[in-house]
C-alpha cells in the first residue's frame, strides 16, 4: 500500500510561483511512477504533469507546458511540482497520484488516464488570485 500527502499550496497572485510537495510512504516509491491532476470548482479532475520512476520521462499538459516542471527525489520518497508564472485559471486542488506497479508503464497515451492510477492524496488547495 502506498499513502500519498500533498502540501505548499496556497493563495498566491498571479505572475506568482508556488513548489508543491508530495510526500510518498512505503518502500515501492522508487519503483512508481508519480503524477499531479487538478480539480477546479465544477470541473472534472485534468492531468498536469507525470514523471517515470527514474525521472527519464517526464509529461507536462499543454496548458502549463513551459510554466509547471515535475521532479521527484526517491531517496526523500518525494515528487514535486515547480509552478511559475500562475494564472488565475491554476486555481485548483491538485492532486498527486501513483498507478500500481502492476500497471502498464506511462506513454504518452496512458499518461492523463485518472484509472490508470491508484493510489491518490487527500489534494491541496491552490488558489491563485488576479
Known amino acids: 500500500q502506498v499513502q500519498l500527502v500533498e502540501s505548499g499550496g496556497g493563495l498566491v497572485q498571479a505572475g506568482d510561483s508556488l513548489r508543491l510537495s508530495c510526500a510518498a510512504s512505503?518502500?515501492?516509491?522508487?519503483?512508481?511512477?508519480m503524477g499531479w491532476f487538478r480539480q477546479a470548482p465544477g470541473k472534472e479532475r485534468e492531468f498536469v504533469a507525470a514523471?517515470?520512476?527514474?525521472?527519464?520521462?517526464?509529461y507536462v499538459a499543454d496548458s502549463v507546458k513551459g510554466r509547471f516542471t515535475i521532479s521527484r527525489e526517491n531517496a526523500k520518497n518525494t515528487v514535486y511540482l515547480q509552478m511559475n508564472s500562475l494564472k488565475v485559471e491554476d486555481t485548483a486542488v491538485y492532486y498527486c497520484?501513483?498507478?500500481?506497479?502492476?500497471?502498464?508503464?506511462?506513454?504518452?497515451?496512458?499518461?492523463?488516464?485518472?484509472?490508470?492510477?491508484?493510489?491518490w492524496g487527500q489534494g491541496t488547495q491552490v488558489t491563485v488570485s488576479s
Open positions: 497520484a501513483a498507478p500500481a506497479p502492476t500497471e502498464p508503464a506511462l506513454t504518452p497515451v496512458n499518461v492523463a488516464w485518472l484509472h490508470l492510477y491508484d493510489y
Open positions: 512505503g518502500r515501492t516509491f522508487a519503483i512508481l511512477s
Open positions: 514523471i517515470t520512476w527514474n525521472a527519464d520521462n517526464t
